[in-house]
């Protein structure tokens, strides 16, 4: 949409700063709709080539400053998002990228036509141009963030635009230089900083994680960014970047000091003050009023994303525990404890309240190792998996079901899924469980026996076993009574190991 202004040399609405008011005013009360228009002017602005660049940054900032509190609350609604909804999830996903994808053009635009017009003698636009620059690396990161939710492939543009902007404020000696990226106490930096965030980010592996997960550790990475580790060698650093040719970064390789034109990066002291903040969370038994995570977290599941980070910001990655194998074949696939439970334990079916057949789809594998599988997924099935969903397997032509996690997922330039697949245990037995002498009243209040399953058939060396239950039976303060095979065991708990969407899977010791 373009309109004609007499006397005016901009052909487009906002080129009047009160019409470009009035018009955020007038924005739809509706979130989604009113993000859906903003992304339009900020495209219509880029496509407009007549605007001084001033005039360019002020419409960009201001479109900026009106979506901040929209965005936020939709994708806080993506992330909270029953994962059967997935025409509603694909639309808000497509909405909140294409914002982020809008606005860091939009900021490209203002620091690609202040390079190109060399306006370097006018004051006020060269205090600009670092905000410029650090507001489209913070868009840039923003779409990386989205396309790991999404465990999708990134964009190779996103990478070239990082390495420019990196390269356009290297040049001009602003790296370091102190700025406010946007108001407010957690909106100061420099371009360094938020350089190292998007760099950072893709280094914490993060689409190794659940969406609601990969949210916190993104914040994390924020909130650290300025601790991180830049240099031109690589002493202290444990990955590397070539501006030279714009890809996403690497762990350190043999030879990386040699090689021209690699500038190194790592967590530095970021790494011992992210060790620090699981101290405190541990000692204080709440999250700290200065580390701000965007939503309200329990605990156990911010320090599993702290592991997840020191995990991945420490100078020895985690390596894999046994080779993978290439192999040809196919498993059957049950997502779900409540899903999977039934196939081991057809009788829970009535008490666990199923509407409908099982789920059950056919998998093509790829590779095997002694740790789980990586598989292929069906293009037109599977709506419901994400990493840390629990599932069933079972192999070709064998009769047993073995327990598993999905890991890790990745989604290749054809839209095909690849997900990795631990093991838990070649055994699944069903069980009953009941929390022994309780008067805990949010277990059951009946105490009527809850089925779970048992991933064991002895205690292992440390005397423990290990038990897969609904989401929330698990307490570290209570025991459980065990029934198998008419026979009852008394457990005494040990620690919870993982909780996923809809289990608890914890080691107990047999007494």
């Not at 939009?106 to 006020?124: R, S």
């Not at 840039?140 to 963030?145: R, V």
Request: hydrophobic share 40%; proline share 5%; net charge positive.
């Amino acid at each position: 949409m373009v309109f004609k202004w007499p006397g005016e040399k901009v052909d487009h609405l906002m080129a009047d700063p009160k019409q470009a008011r009035e018009l955020v005013e007038d924005l739809p009360a509706n979130e989604g709709k009113a993000l859906e228009e903003i992304t339009y002017w900020l495209e219509t602005i880029t496509r407009t080539p007549a605007f001084k660049v001033e005039q360019r940054f002020d419409n960009v900032s201001l479109l900026d400053s009106a979506a901040k509190t929209r965005v936020r609350k939709l994708s806080l609604d993506y992330l909270s998002m029953p994962r059967q909804m997935k025409f509603q999830e694909h639309r808000l996903w497509t909405a909140i990228y294409g914002f982020w994808q809008q606005l860091g053009r939009a900021y490209l635009g203002c620091v690609d036509q202040f390079e190109t017009a060399g306006l370097v003698g006018l004051t006020i636009i060269r205090r600009s141009l670092p905000l410029m620059v650090a507001r489209a690396l913070r868009a840039l990161t923003l779409q990386l963030k989205w396309s790991l939710l999404r465990y999708g492939p990134v964009e190779r543009r996103i990478w070239t635009d990082i390495t420019r902007l990196y390269q356009a404020a290297e040049k001009r000696g602003f790296l370091d230089s102190a700025i406010e990226v946007y108001p407010g106490s957690n909106g100061k930096g420099t371009v360094k900083a938020e350089f190292l965030k998007a760099l950072m980010l893709w280094a914490s592996s993060t689409d190794g994680l659940a969406p609601m997960r990969q949210e916190i550790a993104e914040r994390l990475v924020a909130h650290f960014s300025g601790e991180f580790r830049f240099a031109s060698r690589p002493d202290g650093c444990t990955h590397c970047f070539d501006p030279a040719s714009p890809r996403a970064p690497a762990r350190l390789f043999k030879g990386a000091e040699s090689a021209s034109g690699l500038v190194f990066f790592g967590a530095g002291p970021a790494l011992g003050a992210l060790e620090a903040l699981a101290a405190r969370i541990r000692e204080g038994g709440a999250i700290p009023a200065d580390i701000e995570l965007g939503g309200s977290y329990q605990k156990d599941v911010v320090l599993g994303v702290v592991r997840h980070l020191a995990t991945y910001w420490s100078a020895d990655p985690p390596a894999r525990s046994s080779e993978r194998r290439p192999t040809a074949g196919r498993i059957t696939v049950i997502p779900g404890f409540r899903e999977v439970l039934q196939v081991l334990d057809p009788s829970a079916g009535d008490e666990l309240d199923f509407s409908q057949e099982q789920p059950a789809e056919s998998w093509i594998v790829e590779n095997v190792s002694d740790g789980g599988y990586g598989t292929i997924i069906p293009a037109v099935k599977s709506d419901w998996i994400q990493v840390g969903t629990m599932i069933g397997m079972r192999r070709e032509h064998d009769s047993v079901w073995t327990i598993g996690l999905i890991r890790r997922i990745a989604r290749d330039d054809r839209n095909q899924r690849r997900v990795g697949i631990q093991t838990l245990s070649r055994t699944a037995i069903p069980v009953r469980l009941v929390r022994a002498g309780s008067t805990d009243t949010s277990f059951n209040v009946s105490r009527e026996p809850q089925p779970a399953i048992l991933l064991a058939t002895a205690t292992d060396r440390n005397g423990e076993i290990t038990v897969i239950m609904r989401e929330g039976i698990f307490s570290a303060r209570d025991r459980m009574e065990m029934t198998i095979g008419g026979k009852s065991y008394l457990l005494r708990p040990a620690r919870l190991i993982e909780g996923g969407e809809d289990f608890d899977w914890a080691a107990f010791r047999v007494k």
